[in-house]
């Protein structure tokens, strides 16, 4: 399956996405994993990348609709994937949409998992990831254990995510009417335990859970 993952920071879809990807046996993508790691491993790109991150703004198109493109064209992509925040702006969407059309395999879903702002903060406050397995967890809601070796992102601080949550709604919700249109939209309550949203989504592709 081709989905899009859409929602604001802190909506799930990395949780998401990890409990999905044996169901749907297609690879997660996310646009913030891979450039967490460029800066990691400090190439240009993640150089690049890291200012904007900080600041919780959105790194230029150009360069993440490249990175899309090349991760798309690896092996395990060709049979579906899981997109996880890409698109989020419109020029980012169109780009997606014309290289699916060159390779004749348009995207086949597009589901936004709705949270209230009100809950983000604290969702993205108390967010942490085992840095070993990639797991994310919640110090409240969903606890890690005890061996995790937990990273708090440093774009999770409550300043940072204010300043994600306007981007969201200043670029990235035109996104919902965008692919309202293309008649791919469906939206998910987001709202709850993590195993109660995936059977949600899994509804919402037509999957039993
Ligand atoms: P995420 O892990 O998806 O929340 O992304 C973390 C940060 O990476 C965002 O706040 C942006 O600075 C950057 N980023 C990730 N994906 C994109 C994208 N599709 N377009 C622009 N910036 C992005």
Not at 73 to 102: C, H, S, V, W, Y
Not at 185 to 191: A, E, K, S, T
Request: no cysteine; proline share 7%; charged share 25%.
């Amino acid at each position: 399956m081709r989905l899009v993952l859409l929602g604001p920071p802190g909506s799930g879809k990395g949780t998401q996405a990890n409990a999905i990807v044996a169901r749907l046996q297609a690879p997660k993508i996310s646009t913030g994993d891979m450039l967490r790691a460029a800066l990691a491993a400090g190439t240009p790109l993640g150089l690049e990348a890291r200012g904007y991150m900080d600041a919780g703004k959105l790194v230029p198109d150009s360069v993440v609709i490249g990175l899309v493109e090349e991760r798309l064209k690896e092996p395990d992509a060709k049979n579906g994937f899981i997109l996880d925040g890409f698109p989020r702006t419109t020029a980012q969407a169109d780009a997606l949409g014309a290289l699916l059309a060159r390779l004749g395999k348009p995207l086949e879903k597009v589901v936004q998992l709705d949270v209230p702002s009100e809950l983000i903060v604290e969702r993205t406050t108390l967010r942490r990831t085992d840095k070993r397995t990639g797991q994310i967890y919640h110090l409240k809601y969903s606890p890690p254990p005890p061996d995790a070796e937990l990273e708090h992102r440093a774009d999770d601080r409550e300043e940072t995510v204010k300043q994600r949550l306007a981007q969201y709604e200043a670029m990235t919700a035109a996104l919902l009417p965008y692919y309202q249109r293309l008649g791919l939209l469906m939206r998910v309550d987001g709202v709850g335990e993590p195993a109660e949203v995936t059977a949600r989504v899994l509804g919402a592709l037509g999957l039993a859970a």
